[in-house]
């Protein structure tokens, strides 16, 4: 298996904007970057080690029946970034003068480039790390089942440990319906299901495509890159940078994402907190509750 991920990095100290790629802390950003980069290659490639004790301590390749040849670009425009902070991490630094807003779309191309030579193309926001290692493998069953005209996309989730621990899925139904019927018909086959690992697993449409990521095989890569507007600079889904992780497969796909009673079949977490420990606050003492702040 063969997996081309593109990256989308800016970060700009100076910022004032909303999103964690302007102002801040640059050595937190970083971390965060290092994160959604090292995950990749501690769940997808050969860094992975069974730690044998007989005979002295002794390391065995891992998940060798689940590992793939990943090729991870990190696209960043001008001086706006935190690459020299990333030493360790392998990836392609490619370097480009796009529009920063716009910077997704040149991961688009970066991804095109790789036509004929990867299995899966992955687009990913720099604050999202995938730590599952069957991931790609659950992907493939998902389109084996419903075809490529599907696309599944994970629940983006965050969590906290203080003041009690809590997980919150962040991508549900928008609270206006009506932003994005114009790109998608999410009535059609709305809510379908397969048994998978013993049971019944469901995956539903809903107005919200995004998730700050997508998830290709090659066959379905292909017939989107052949479309006129492929790569080119959007902001008609939110804005620019939601529109280039998620306009272009919901007007050319059928997006799911897994139901809120098996949300975790398929998840990515993002690191970069913006509703747990900002709007809301877990409560001690209370599991299941969650309060604003």
Request: net charge negative; with cysteine.
């Amino acid at each position: 298996m063969r997996i081309l991920f593109a990256i989308a990095h800016y970060f700009a100290p100076s910022g004032a904007g909303a999103h964690g790629s302007e102002g801040g802390s640059a050595d937190r950003r970083a971390q965060i970057v290092r994160d959604c980069v090292a995950s990749l290659q501690q769940n997808f490639a050969e860094s992975q080690a069974l730690l044998d004790g007989r005979g002295g301590l002794r390391m065995h390749a891992a998940n060798a029946d689940l590992s793939a040849t990943i090729t991870i670009a990190l696209c960043t425009t001008g001086d706006n970034h935190l690459v020299p902070e990333l030493e360790g991490c392998r990836f392609n630094h490619i370097r480009t003068n796009a529009e920063p807003v716009y910077l997704g779309f040149e991961c688009h191309k970066v991804l095109r480039s790789g036509l004929g030579r990867y299995d899966w193309f992955v687009y990913l926001e720099d604050d999202l790390r995938l730590a599952d290692g069957l991931a790609f493998h659950k992907l493939a069953w998902f389109n084996g089942e419903f075809g490529d005209k599907a696309v599944l996309q994970p629940n983006r989730f965050e969590i906290v440990d203080a003041p009690a621990p809590y997980k919150l899925y962040i991508d549900g139904n928008l609270a206006d319906p009506s932003i994005t019927p114009a790109l998608q018909r999410i009535d059609e086959e709305r809510h379908v299901e397969a048994t998978a690992l013993g049971q019944r697993i469901a995956f539903q449409r809903i107005d919200n495509p995004h998730s700050g990521c997508f998830f290709l095989n090659a066959a379905q890569f292909a017939r989107w890159a052949e479309q006129p507007d492929f790569a080119v600079p959007s902001a008609r889904l939110f804005g620019p940078l939601e529109s280039a992780a998620s306009l272009g497969i919901a007007q050319y796909f059928r997006v799911y994402k897994p139901a809120r009673e098996n949300a975790a079949f398929f998840e990515i977490e993002h690191l970069d907190r913006r509703f747990l420990g900002r709007i809301f606050e877990s409560v001690p003492g209370e599991p299941s509750a969650l309060r604003r702040r």
